[in-house]
């Protein structure tokens, strides 16, 4: 009886003390290596622009996104913009930044994911809370769906004022981006052509929003989509083509069922990449 005691003891010693050790998030750089918070921190103190890029249903996504806004505002100035918000509803979220407005109004006047309550209102009210401009650089959806289906020419038949919810026609596109061919690949075809031309017009909108807010001695802190800025595509490739000189890092979300050690899939994707573990719950699940 006594062998089994300890026997049981011993199991539930090594079941707590792993449960004590395991981490929320593992965080490595470009090259694998592991990284501390800390540090990247200081190093994101030297940039112009940080992509932060999410995984849009993850809460350690979310969760180090506020983290992160926190921490950067406490060095220097900032300015926040995310994917989640389109161009022409720049106004609403400008009156609720502003006090004009308060939340059950925005949600009318908005078009807010179904997440926004969980995940994106809290970075919205802490730079509300610190007068922190907040940037809706999206396209709006209705404008990438016509691309689509009609490539970059028909967004020539849009007024003057809708025209000025996007980057400047035409826009610039490089289908051999690995992440548009990936896109190609992945779809088998399904799409056509016209459906990477449609991140693009994300991507675009996005980098020329970016640009168009810059202020010296700032830091641009955007959330978007891991797409949209891993291996260093998408917004970034936009950004860097229009500025080479400017100073951007990129951060991407991963995940693994091991936390030890970044696949060799992984590494690469951004200068720092936050490892999940697969079994993380998600603040909801995807329409199929």
């Known amino acids: 009886m006594i062998k089994k005691l300890i026997t049981i003891t011993l199991l539930l010693a090594a079941t707590f003390g792993s449960a004590q050790d395991k981490p929320a998030y593992v965080l490595f750089n470009a090259g694998g290596k592991k990284v501390g918070y800390q540090k990247m ?20 996504s979310h969760w ?5 806004a926190k921490d950067l505002a406490a060095f220097t100035e900032m300015v926040f913009g995310a994917e989640m918000f389109e161009a022409d509803n720049q106004q609403p979220l400008n009156d609720y930044l502003s006090g004009k407005i308060n939340d059950s109004v925005l949600e009318t006047a908005a078009r807010l994911w179904k997440n926004y309550k969980t995940d994106y209102a809290p970075l919205v009210n802490f730079a509300k809370e610190k007068k922190i401009p907040f940037i809706a650089t999206n396209i709006p959806r209705r404008y990438a769906a016509m691309v689509s289906k ?14 000025t919810w996007m980057a400047p026609l035409p826009m610039d596109y490089d289908s051999t981006l690995p992440g548009y061919r990936k896109m190609v690949q992945t779809m ?3 799409g056509g052509p016209n459906l990477p031309r449609a991140q693009a017009s994300k991507d675009a909108t996005m980098a020329w929003s970016i640009l168009q807010h810059l202020k010296p001695n700032t830091i641009f802190l955007h959330f978007n989509g891991a797409y949209h800025s891993e291996n260093y595509d998408g917004i970034n490739w936009y950004l860097k083509r ?41 603040t909801y699940i995807p329409v199929p």
């Open 41 to 60: 921190v200081r190093k994101l103190t030297q940039q112009d622009i940080v992509l932060f890029g999410e995984f849009h249903n993850n809460p350690i």
């Open 64 to 68: 180090m996104e506020l983290s992160l």
């Open 150 to 163: 009609g490539g970059f020419g028909a967004l020539d038949t849009l007024s003057s004022l809708e025209k």
């Open 188 to 190: 088998a075809g399904h």
């Open 242 to 282: 229009k500025h080479p000189e400017l100073r951007i890092v990129t951060i991407t979300t991963v995940s693994q069922k091991d936390l030890n050690k970044l696949l060799d899939e992984n590494k690469g994707k951004a200068d720092y990449i936050i490892v999940v573990d697969t079994d993380m719950t998600n």
